[in-house]
């Protein structure tokens, strides 16, 4: 039940009250009014909620329980999750469940009702005693000649028999609903589920009722004892519907009962590249990774690994949204639909749909090298230390969510001058209403008790803020939240800097490199100060130590760097400027570091457009820029921006061609600073290519 009437963000204490018991109400101008007004609305929400029927029409994906990120390449120790991508990095929908005390647990994001204990254990507090076996059609009511004559066991329509819980309308679950509760920061041999709530769970399979849509010799006749069904492993949380003989419908296995309605699968497309899950309120890409984002996803999909795998959904673009992430093992799931079959999911919604492997954000918990796959052949969860290390190449299909008030993240803080500092994030939310910003004195350690204060409040898609009249040489900390009518996200990680040196110029910004021959790269900046008397140049090569370049006299924005040898492919230069003056120098700017060029640039003609392909040399980039003019190489013809593409594709289609026309193409690399006032490198570009349109 839920009270709606709209809700401000004037008092964060009677907003917070007023979420009690998942209301929302009007919160007056007037405090007392409003905290007299709150009580006595929330007091009818919970009155009311007792004479209206229940529903389960609310649902919400409920996260996998992971907290923990890792590096993608060895050693693959544990790292801070905040910016990675990986699956303990988002807090959407933490598992959170109400024990009912009758021996039925709810599930507070699905709504759905679960038998606390194992059919065959004691209901008891500890489920005391030995859960029971059976198979399939014993555990569904299915009648079979050889397994469950005249269907004589039911054993979820037992429960009902006996109105347990209060309830007659238990059943066995569908393979995705059994998922929902499986916690994958457990490491096998679990169980990989909440103990505190589900106790004495058998680390084994438990049967799903969904039947496997078709057997292995594309042949599931009724009564075949060897027909498949979906068990889910609480070993370690595979769910399995076409492995080994582990799907066979005689197997034996422990049953969970459920009860409760849960929304149909549906999808929208929204006829930009993107799908909208209309029961998770995701929304998808459309296309795989690779693959031309046109209404039948055409082209080949590109597999990735390790941090790339990460880095192109944390850097896709699509729709106009720059909020994309990988999906977690659950998400991933949520997506198959296993009344289909190579691939298993809706090929109307998701066209050319690989009938392969698609890694999720998920760490397998045993073995931080590994990472959870949905193989879409089947749409099986399994991890296969053959095929799924994250050195291993696998399709990508990359999310964003509606249904989320994801927090901030990436957070970073640059100082630009001695009263000034520039606070920057990713915005991971899609439903805010806008962000608090929180300010304390010292670093981000633990250790660090002074007290958090918000220091502004700003409004849905900010990613900066402009923190001035500041004290000089101070350290200040800072943290980010997202908030809308009903909730809070939690905070972004911590970021902390000091300002510069009273007296000092104010910090250059805007800073670009830019590849111009394998041996000079030219520098721009904008100088923001009045009082420098020059400029600093700092340089460093690969990994190697920063050094003082060139000192520059006042009011130069520009530079060239004609001892950058070998920049196209040898040798990686990062660069950032100081304006300073007899005081001191302002802080650094921000690093703008330049990627190696991309070679071997191909374009195909064929009917309707030209194909564009180049090899990617560079670990860095943020993308690539391809620019295009008209006639041949040769011709004086103006080079405009075509297309950027985002970090790892290296395939571009232009259908912005027409037929028996002459263009040219040429392409470089680009690379962004985290942090704002942000710099950026560019690569040499590759050598032009010309091509006709048929």
């Known amino acids: 039940m839920r009270c709606t009437t709209g809700e401000s963000k004037e008092d964060k204490m009677g907003s917070d009250m007023n979420r009690t018991a998942g209301c929302s109400l009007v919160p007056y101008s007037n405090r007392k009014t409003r905290a007299l007004w709150g009580y006595f609305a929330i007091v009818l929400c919970l009155v009311l909620s007792l004479i209206v029927p229940e529903t389960t029409d609310a649902f919400k994906l409920p996260d996998t329980g992971q907290t923990k990120c890792y590096q993608s390449v060895s050693p693959y120790a544990e790292i801070p999750c905040a910016g990675t991508g990986q699956d303990g990095a988002y807090n959407i929908n933490p598992m959170s469940y109400t024990d009912n005390g009758n021996g039925t647990v709810r599930d507070n994001n699905t709504g759905l009702m679960w038998q606390k204990c194992s059919v065959g254990q004691n209901n008891d507090l500890s489920c005391s005693g030995t859960a029971a076996i059976y198979n399939w059609y014993q555990a569904t009511g299915t009648a079979d000649s050889t397994y469950n004559p005249s269907g004589g066991t039911n054993v979820c329509g037992a429960l009902n028999t006996s109105n347990f819980g209060g309830h007659s309308d238990w059943r066995l679950p569908t393979e995705q609903e059994l998922q929902t509760i499986v916690d994958y920061s457990i490491p096998n041999p679990g169980p990989t589920i909440n103990a505190a709530y589900f106790p004495n769970t058998g680390a084994d399979y438990y049967w799903s009722s969904t039947a496997l849509a078709v057997q292995g010799n594309g042949v599931c006749a009724p009564q075949d004892g060897f027909c498949g069904a979906w068990p889910v492993r609480f070993y370690d949380g595979a769910v399995l519907g076409f492995w080994a003989d582990e799907y066979f419908k005689s197997s034996s296995y422990y049953v969970r009962c459920v009860r409760g309605g849960q929304p149909a699968q549906s999808f929208t497309d929204n006829s930009n590249g993107t799908v909208t899950d209309n029961k998770t309120g995701l929304v998808w890409q459309k296309c795989s990774a690779g693959q031309n984002d046109d209404a039948t996803c055409s082209g080949s999909a590109v597999g990735y690994t390790g941090n790339d795998v990460l880095s192109y959904c944390n850097n896709l ?378």
């Open 317 to 694: 673009s699509l729709a106009g949204q720059t909020d994309w992430r990988l999906p977690n093992i659950k998400e991933l799931a949520s997506l198959t639909d296993t009344s289909r079959y190579m691939p298993a999911i809706n090929t109307d919604l998701f066209p050319n749909t690989i009938a392969d492997n698609y890694l999720s954000s998920t760490t397998y918990a045993n073995i931080p090298d590994y990472a959870w796959p949905v193989i879409f052949t089947y749409g099986i969860v399994y991890y296969n230390a053959s095929f799924d290390g994250k050195n291993f190449s696998n399709y990508v299909r990359c999310v964003r969510g509606e249904s989320g008030l994801f927090a901030p993240s990436a957070l970073a803080a640059k100082a630009i001058s001695s009263t000034q500092i520039t606070v920057s994030w990713k915005d991971s939310a899609s439903v805010e209403t806008g962000f608090d910003i929180e300010r304390r004195f010292g670093t981000c350690a633990t250790s660090n008790t002074n007290p958090w204060a918000q220091i502004s409040t700003k409004p849905a898609n900010t990613i900066v803020y402009q923190d001035s009249g500041l004290t000089a040489n101070t350290t200040y900390a800072y943290r980010v939240k997202a908030y809308n009518a009903t909730s809070d996200s939690g905070y972004s990680n911590c970021a902390a800097v000091t300002t510069g040196l009273a007296g000092t110029p104010i910090s250059p910004t805007n800073l670009t490199a830019a590849s111009a021959s394998t041996g000079k790269i030219n520098l721009a900046w904008k100088d923001n100060s009045t009082n420098e008397t020059s400029f600093k140049i700092y340089r460093k090569t690969g990994t190697g130590a920063w050094m003082l370049l060139k000192n520059k006299p006042a009011n130069v924005v520009s530079y060239g760097d004609a001892a950058a040898t070998g920049n196209d492919s040898a040798n990686a230069y990062s660069y950032y400027i100081r304006a300073c003056n007899s005081t001191g120098c302002s802080p650094g700017s921000s690093i703008a570091v330049v990627p190696f060029a991309p070679t071997d640039l191909v374009a195909t003609p064929a009917k309707g457009t030209i194909n564009l392909s180049w090899t990617d040399n560079s670990n860095n980039e943020a993308g690539f820029q391809i620019h295009k003019k008209p006639g041949d190489c040769a011709a004086a013809g103006t080079w405009v921006l075509l297309a950027t593409k985002v970090t790892n594709v290296h395939a571009h289609a232009d259908n912005s061609v027409s037929s028996g026309a002459t263009y040219s193409y040429k392409v470089r690399a680009i690379a962004s600073s985290s942090v704002q006032p942000y710099a950026t490198g560019y690569s040499m570009f590759t050598e032009c290519k010309s091509a006709t349109a048929p």
